[in-house]
């Protein structure tokens, strides 16, 4: 699932980008809208988050072996330091990131 830039592809606006690196305190390395349905022009989004440590821990830890959960597609990007999120949702990226997220680093 993983695309570079294909043609289909839309940016993220910058805003969201802006909203999800604030909240969170993450560098997003990458993000775009990947087209997943030309018949229905159906489009999933991408993020690729380096995220801190404790985070990326947290999620390996609370999901183990498992690289979906919550409508969500993960992978780690070992030469990046990062994971790249896939989901037709994005909201349910953020639930995700929530959901192992210390409580001390939460959403304001």
Do not use: C
């Amino acid at each position: 699932m993983t695309t570079q830039n294909q043609e289909n592809d839309y940016k993220v606006p910058q805003g969201l980008l802006d909203l999800v690196s604030r909240r969170y305190n993450v560098e997003i390395i990458d993000s775009h809208y990947i087209l997943v349905d030309d018949k229905f022009n159906r489009y999933n989004i991408m993020y690729d988050i380096r995220l801190p440590q404790t985070v990326q821990t947290a999620l390996r830890s609370k999901y183990g072996p498992n690289d979906t959960g919550m409508h969500v597609k993960w992978e780690f990007i070992e030469s990046t330091n990062s994971v790249r999120f896939y989901s037709e949702i994005g909201n349910n990226i953020l639930l995700l990131l929530d959901s192992v997220m210390p409580e001390n680093d939460s959403a304001v």
